[in-house]
């Protein structure tokens, strides 16, 4: 079974700054891929950043603001957001996919973590 945890979220004002980290355990032999999405209130979940085999893309929304970067000693990607705005709040969710012990693929979320851009 594999599992995400998340942190980092919480409140700033326009303009600030916020890392989130996404932890990933469990039996798994290789992650290959390792991704950030939002969730806003009444909208579909968007992919705003994704990161595989040292690969990076982002959402066109947070290009030059959102940088992905991953530890993986640590099984830990990050999501460090700069010049946040109101419309980046949601809640960010972690996925990752690849291979679990026994050579079974995975696909796993984490439980999401709410950011909220405010003065």
């Known amino acids: 079974q594999v599992q995400l945890v998340e942190s980092g979220g919480g409140l700033v004002q326009p303009g600030g700054s916020l890392r989130l980290s996404c932890t990933v355990s469990?039996?798994?032999?290789?992650?290959?891929?390792m991704n950030w999405y939002r969730q806003a209130p009444g909208k579909q979940r968007d992919l705003v950043a994704t990161m595989t085999s040292g690969s990076t893309n982002y959402a066109d929304s947070v290009k030059g603001r959102f940088t992905i970067s991953r530890d993986n000693s640590k099984n830990t990607v990050y999501l460090q957001m700069n010049s946040l705005k109101p419309e980046d709040t949601a809640v960010y969710y972690c996925?990752?996919?690849?291979?679990?012990?026994?050579?079974?693929?995975?696909?796993?979320w984490g439980q999401g973590t709410q950011v909220t851009v405010s003065s």
């Open positions: 469990g039996s798994i032999l290789t992650i290959n891929g």
């Open positions: 996925n990752a996919e690849g291979l679990l012990n026994g050579k079974s693929t995975f696909n796993s």
